[in-house]
């Protein structure tokens, strides 16, 4: 699955984000995204970060102890990063309509 730079594209990976996960994204399922374990995820998001991590830290919901990350803010990072190929299992996520 391409991910297109315009807001359609956004637009259909949120849809499909929805469809997958749901409206708000675990640490797991974002884990499950971006082909990484969730220790490694963890520990990105704790060190030093880049844009795109940055970004991802800063959408993140506490709710209690766990933290969620909502679809439509995932999938507007994800696009926006100038990613011309989607991470791992989004490209799974082609297939869910």
């Given at each position: ?54 970004a991802l ?5 506490r709710v209690?102890?766990?933290v969620y ?29």
């Amino acid at each position: 699955m391409k991910l297109a730079k315009h807001e359609n594209g956004n637009d259909e990976l949120e849809q499909r984000l929805i469809a997958y996960y749901g409206v708000l994204l675990t640490q797991r399922h974002l884990a499950h995204l971006l082909g990484r374990s969730i220790n490694g995820l963890r520990y990105s998001l704790s060190r030093p970060p880049d844009r795109q991590t940055e970004a991802l830290r800063r959408c993140g919901r506490r709710v209690g102890r766990r933290v969620y990350y909502p679809a439509s803010d995932v999938a507007r990072i994800i696009s926006r990063d100038g990613a011309t190929q989607a991470p791992p299992a989004a490209r799974s996520l082609s297939s869910v309509q």
